[in-house]
């Protein structure tokens, strides 16, 4: 355990320590600040008197999907690709701690950043509330869909990045598919006929639909855990893969 | 203490080891030779668990490092060939990482850490960034923290490769410090191999080829001498007929130094009869023996001999 927290902070070290992770939280508060802004002003403008959490938060918490989108693989592209690239994989390999007890530290590190992201938002319910008392209950669905989204995309920018030495490349390949999803979420013209059920079934978005209005589907819970397992279990297969490999 | 049983690893298909067993002793330093693709690294990553093998085991103490790899990893320090460290970490909060990582408790790991800074020479970078350290103190680093918990065990994967001439005696200085710790090295330096290792363990194409104490090994080569020739006569002509000499192991031959004729040097199961031939060889070919000398064979003679290429 004390290996897994000593791997843990330093994780959470590189990241605060660092200034890319200082523009990736700019940016990810400019944008979410710019989606505050015009989704109230829209509230306000034609919504006014209707249901906040359907005209206004639902809105928001949709648009903050989106950045993470962008967010999360500029979090996530360096965690094992920078380990690659430095050679700094193999020693930490042959340190007493599991391949599991690695992929659990870097993700875990990688979430509990996407929380402090996510917390720089709570400003605008207090402000909201400041000024329209409103129920509060349905953002912790809200916040708890955002973290479950974030925890799939993590886990995949983890899985991307255990395959290549090169950040870009990882972060590149972890933000495309992702847009190409968000893509079809919105823009079902663009699937066929034929694949739209598959896409809508497997949509990290559609998923999410529930918790942005504040509600809490297990199956939808269990949805995100289960995409975040698998790519857990595919980036301990990439880890195990030196076994026949023979190299990093 | 460091035990390899039939130890085999296939990649895909292709044999990187193939039924390599030896013992190193507690307390003992061993050399793991061998020449390029001879199958070093792969030994050594077998013996830290990073990697499996495909039949075969290591063990360390009575640990098996397959079966339980957590366990036997705490016993064992390891320092690979590339020593790679995280840039943007000071070397004392490195090793403090490190030494964290392996387990050790506050108050335990800051007086380890102090320890392998002082053993290790690392007092006056202990507060750089690893990113700025030149590649002799990198390589320090990585001893330190191969060093760091106390481990029964160090594996040190060519340990001076890279270094100039004073980085890698002042590095092998710092193993012989290492008393009591049970050391397995792989080096193509034989000089450093014969300075440092009470044991030797040759490989060749992934086979084990010798596995003895460097003295066991000497007597093998009793009887074997090496002469030290200079012929003026073309160079491989020369090199051709003292090859072909019945009773030769191989030859060297020396680099121009400006002196007259070739220097070679020539490995003889029985140096005497071999003296008397090639002297009968260089006046039948018209050459100049110009000097020739008998010396005791060295352990890079017994690699020439066991291995058939250079180191």
Same mark, same amino acid.
């Given at each position: 355990m004390r290996s897994f927290v000593a791997l843990f902070r330093k994780e959470l070290r590189s990241y605060f320590g660092s200034p890319p992770f200082y523009f990736v939280a700019t940016a990810f508060l400019a944008y979410a600040g710019y989606y505050f802004h015009s989704d109230l002003i829209y509230f306000i403008t034609f919504g006014f008197g209707l249901n906040i959490m359907e005209n206004f938060w639902q809105i928001l918490f949709v648009d903050l999907r989106l950045v993470l989108i962008f967010a999360v693989p500029l979090l996530t592209m360096r965690l094992l690709a920078e380990e690659r690239r430095l050679g700094t994989l193999e020693l930490l390999l042959t340190y007493p701690l599991r391949d599991g007890a690695i992929v659990a530290a870097k993700l875990g590190a990688c979430l509990v950043v996407v929380a402090t992201l996510l917390a720089g938002t709570l400003v605008y319910p207090l402000l909201v509330y400041h000024v329209e008392p409103f129920a509060f209950e349905p953002l912790f669905a809200a916040y708890l869909g955002l973290l479950l989204f974030a925890g799939v995309c993590a886990s995949y920018g983890l899985f991307i990045s255990s395959l290549t030495d090169s950040q870009v490349l990882a972060g590149f390949l972890t933000a495309l598919p992702l847009l190409l999803l968000w893509l079809l979420s919105w823009n079902e013209a663009a699937a066929a006929s034929g694949t739209l059920p598959v896409v809508r079934a497997i949509s990290l978005f559609n998923h999410f639909q529930p918790f942005s209005v504040g509600v809490i589907d297990l199956r939808d819970v269990f949805y995100f855990l289960y995409a975040t397992g698998l790519f857990v279990w595919a980036t301990l297969r990439v880890l195990e893969a030196r076994q026949w490999r023979g190299r990093r | 203490m460091i035990r390899s049983e039939l130890l085999t690893k296939y990649y895909g298909s292709v044999?990187? +080891?193939? $039924?390599v067993s030896f013992s190193v002793g507690a307390g003992e330093v061993a050399a793991l030779l061998g020449p390029n693709g001879a199958g070093k690294s792969t030994v050594m990553r077998l013996l830290t668990g990073y990697v499996s093998p495909t039949a075969g085991r290591a063990l360390v103490g009575d640990v098996d490092v397959a079966e339980r790899p957590v366990t036997a990893r705490r016993q064992i320090g390891y320092l690979p060939e590339q020593v790679s460290?995280? @840039?943007?970490? =000071?070397v004392r909060r490195y090793l403090g990482f490190v030494g964290e990582v392996k387990g050790l408790a506050r108050r335990r790991r800051r007086a380890a850490i102090g320890r392998v800074i002082e053993q290790c020479g690392l007092g006056e970078v202990a507060?750089?960034?690893?990113? =700025? %350290?030149s590649k002799g103190y990198r390589q320090r680093v990585g001893l330190a923290q191969a060093l760091l918990g106390d481990p029964a065990v160090l594996v040190l994967d060519e340990? =001076? +490769? $890279? %270094?100039?001439p004073v980085q890698a005696v002042e590095m092998r200085e710092l193993i012989r410090t290492l008393a009591g710790c049970t050391v397995l090295l792989s080096t193509h330096n034989l000089t450093e191999a014969s300075a440092l290792c009470s044991r030797v363990i040759i490989l060749s194409h992934g086979s084990l080829v010798a596995a003895d104490t460097a003295a066991e090994l000497g007597r093998r080569l009793e009887g074997a001498g090496r002469l030290v020739v200079r012929i003026d006569g073309p160079p491989d002509a020369v090199a051709q007929g003292l090859s072909a000499l019945p009773g030769v192991l191989g030859i060297e031959r020396g680099e @121009?130094? $400006?002196?007259?004729g070739v220097r070679f040097v020539v490995l003889a199961s029985n140096p005497e009869p071999v003296q008397r031939r090639l002297a009968a060889m260089a006046v039948a070919a018209g050459w100049t023996l110009l000097e020739v000398q008998v010396k005791p064979p060295t352990l890079e003679d017994l690699f020439v001999r066991l291995v058939g290429s250079e180191p």
């Open positions: - | 044999r990187a +080891v193939g $039924g460290l995280y @840039p943007e970490f =000071t507060d750089r960034h690893n990113g =700025t %350290l340990p =001076t +490769v $890279g %270094l100039d @121009p130094d $400006g002196q007259a």
